[in-house]
């Protein structure tokens, strides 16, 4: 039979889709992670109690004999783009005294339609002393993130958190001239809302960036969120920090809450700045991760 007198019904399937798939969008693979942990006191000392992991988001949980457990997440993905998702739940029970980390730092790619979320929910029983110390996440040109954290406190909780952003990678040549970033918090303490706070950046953060009342030129952005019954004596102790670190950076205590805002012209100055403030608030090193 000649080739080309086969008709339309006798070509298999697989070989009539080239047209039709022309018209359908790309269904792209998407990074799904999550992971819910537990710490306990048991024994003398802190130590896991839980530990979920699902799809590209892991936790390690190296040996550390000096202070309480460390938990390391991981995103085996590499990075993160439109509709992938992480979501992680982290509680710390009655007396516990632990960190959570993060490998390295988190790639915000470039977005062709949604934003990828971090979704992250924090509890923190009587007495427990939590210590939230992801490092930073870089957001790339076009890059679009949604993330929002929970967080639930005792009156005799203890939280130290830290969340910073840097945009693009000066020392390359890259600028963000196009993006999205969404941060919100929300904590409560025994069900009352103490403390919320949303960031927000849409189209050209660098433009933002560049004024004076915005960023003061910034490329990298932190905040340091601490609630502690004794909050009240700490920005005292934080302020000399920043003043000696050449970034701009101010201290408030809001009455159970004290935030830390830092704007740095870089990474490097961004981190450099916050090793020794949050060893200060830690009592002790940092994650091993945040100096390898």
């Known amino acids: 039979m000649n080739v080309e007198s086969l008709s339309r019904a006798a070509v298999p399937e697989f070989l009539d889709t080239a047209d039709s798939s022309r018209s359908r969008p790309a269904k792209l693979q998407r990074a799904q992670g999550a992971v819910r942990l537990s710490f306990k006191h048991a024994a003398g000392r802190s130590r896991i109690g839980d530990l979920f992991q699902q799809g590209c988001l892991k936790a390690r ?93 005792t009156a005799s909780s203890r939280l130290v958190a830290c969340e910073s952003v840097i945009f693009g990678r000066p020392a390359m040549g ?44 910034a490329r990298a952005i932190a905040s340091v969120i601490v609630c502690a019954p004794d909050s009240s004596t700490l920005c005292d102790a934080i302020r000399p920090l920043l003043d000696q670190s050449g970034v701009v950076a101010g201290c408030s205590d809001l009455g159970g809450v004290v935030l830390t805002r830092i704007l740095a012209p870089s990474g490097y100055r961004l981190r450099a700045t916050l090793i020794p403030l949050l060893e200060r608030l830690r009592g002790g090193a940092l994650p091993r991760v945040w100096t390898c």
């Open 174 to 217: 890259e600028e963000v001239r196009s993006g999205l970033l969404r941060d919100s918090w929300r904590i409560e303490r025994d069900g009352q809302l103490l403390f919320a706070d949303r960031l927000g950046f849409s189209g050209d953060p660098v433009a933002q960036l560049n004024r004076a009342a915005i960023g003061n030129e």
């Open 61 to 153: 949980l190296p040996r550390i004999a000096a202070q309480g457990p460390e938990a390391v997440l991981v995103n085996t993905s590499g990075g993160l783009t439109d509709r992938d998702h992480l979501s992680i739940e982290a509680t710390w029970g009655t007396g516990t005294d632990a960190v959570v980390t993060t490998q390295a730092c988190e790639r915000i790619y470039r977005s062709r339609a949604e934003p990828a979320r971090i979704d992250s929910r924090i509890d923190v029983a009587a007495n427990a002393s939590a210590y939230w110390l992801p490092q930073e996440t870089i957001l790339f040109d076009s890059g679009q993130l949604d993330r929002q954290t929970q967080v639930g406190l």
